[in-house]
């Protein structure tokens, strides 16, 4: 997923940014560790806004706020107050830390977002790649919000090109990131599918040879099966960087990804 992900960081320096909104805070920290720190993005038109938080793909071992500005702006132009987290990755850490940093980043968030303009009773989170593992994990596993004392917090998730069902470990970035775990079927979105999960929207690009489109379709049935809320939509010809690319202007024409993936949080969040 590293070498996917990283030339989207391209986009940030050479590709063309969305108007009416701009960054309102960075540096914020959510906890001590350098990588502790989330930027945030509002629109420039005063109001009330759903609170989104997006994490950025890299294999759990790559990554850089500074490199997705352009794609926190690309939200935040669609009417929402957007947060921007890192968080450790490997080799500094193994699972479960970013798990946990990212649900301390979304805790965060939702504490500071109101002073520009966020509603914190109106936040979903949201990542692309690995991103969407985190996503999906602090959505689905209730045991990670509650360790930042707000289970209730996440109100709808999104996932493009994400991982969910991906045991056995048979690469290097899976292997370094959850090699280690005593229990392997707690690393995966897919163990904790419930009915009483928030409602959950997921992407993915039928030619991904990084993550197959099979681990989108395996989370939505297993949603579905359990009474679950749950979107899936695949796009045909598209493949991993995509998912995250049609964000930008320069690319928006070739999918409706950004449209469908903030359509679902405007429906959910109001």
């Known amino acids: 997923m590293t070498a996917a992900c990283s030339p989207l960081g391209l986009l940030n320096s050479l590709g063309p940014r969305d108007g009416g909104v701009r960054r309102v805070a960075r540096d914020i920290a959510y906890g001590d560790d350098p990588r502790q720190r ?3 993005y509002a629109p420039t038109v005063s109001g009330t806004y759903p609170i989104l938080v997006f994490f950025y793909g890299g294999g759990w071992d790559s990554g850089s706020r500074d490199l997705y500005g352009w794609a926190a702006q690309a ?8 947060a921007l987290p ?4 490997v080799p500094q850490v193994v699972f479960p830390a ?3 940093d990212a649900a301390v980043a979304t805790a965060k968030a939702a504490d500071v977002a109101a002073a520009y303009g966020g509603d914190p009773e109106r936040l979903g989170v949201l990542g692309h790649s690995a991103g ?4 999906l994990m602090i959505a689905l596993d209730r045991r990670y919000m509650q360790a930042v004392g707000r289970p209730g917090l996440i109100k709808a998730a999104a996932g493009l090109a994400g991982p969910y069902d ?12 959850f090699g280690r775990a005593p229990d392997p079927t707690l690393t995966q979105p897919v163990t904790f599918v419930r009915a009483d999960a928030p409602p959950i929207w997921l992407g993915h690009g ?8 099979e681990d989108t379709t395996i989370l939505d049935q297993r949603m579905k099966a359990v009474g679950g809320r749950s979107e899936a939509k695949l796009y045909p010809g598209l493949d991993h960087a995509d998912l995250i690319a049609t964000f930008s202007p320069l690319f928006r024409k070739k999918a409706t990804i950004l449209a469908d993936v903030t359509g679902f949080f405007h429906r959910e969040l109001g």
């Open 98 to 100: 970013f798990i946990e």
């Open 38 to 40: 989330l930027d945030l």
């Open 166 to 177: 991906f045991l056995p470990f048979d690469v290097s970035s899976s292997r370094n990131a």
């Open 132 to 135: 969407a593992h985190l996503a």
């Open 86 to 89: 890192d968080y450790r990755v």
């Open 75 to 82: 939200l935040a132009a669609q009417g929402f107050v957007v």
């Open 206 to 213: 039928t030619a991904d040879v990084v993550v197959h489109a």
